[in-house]
């Protein structure tokens, strides 16, 4: 079976996502959508990252000119460490949104995969 394109899999990630966010009212809703927008698109970035790190690692070999080489943090990792700021903050402002005695609740949706 073919691996479905990045555009379905955030796709598939945003409606998981509004379903959890589903009861806000309007008001809060039309913040939340583009957040929720990102959320999805940063989640399956993120996986897609890790795929990579796994395949390759965490480090790469680098060489500046003809004596200076050495290790250091691939782009992956460092595209991975970035997005993963930007989700946790994105997921924040989310809850944020969230009336305080619907939060726990929610967290533990969002948190699931």
């Known amino acids: 079976m073919a691996k479905p394109s990045k555009t ?13 966010f ?13 957040l929720i927008d990102r959320a999805a698109f940063l989640t399956v970035s993120i996986a897609e ?24 943090r691939s ?10 700021k930007n989700l ?3 997921s924040k402002q989310l809850l944020d949104i969230v009336p305080p005695a619907a939060r726990g609740g929610k967290l533990s949706e969002l948190m699931k995969r």
């Open 8 to 20: 379905a899999l955030i796709k598939r990630e945003r409606v998981r996502l509004a379903e959890i």
């Open 22 to 34: 589903r009861d806000l009212d309007e008001n809060k809703l039309k913040i939340a959508d583009p």
């Open 49 to 72: 990252l890790e795929d990579q790190i796994n395949r390759e690692g965490w480090t790469e070999e680098y060489q500046n000119g003809s004596s200076q080489k050495g290790v250091k």
């Open 75 to 84: 782009a992956a990792a460092d595209a991975h460490i970035a997005l993963t």
């Open 88 to 90: 946790a903050a994105i």
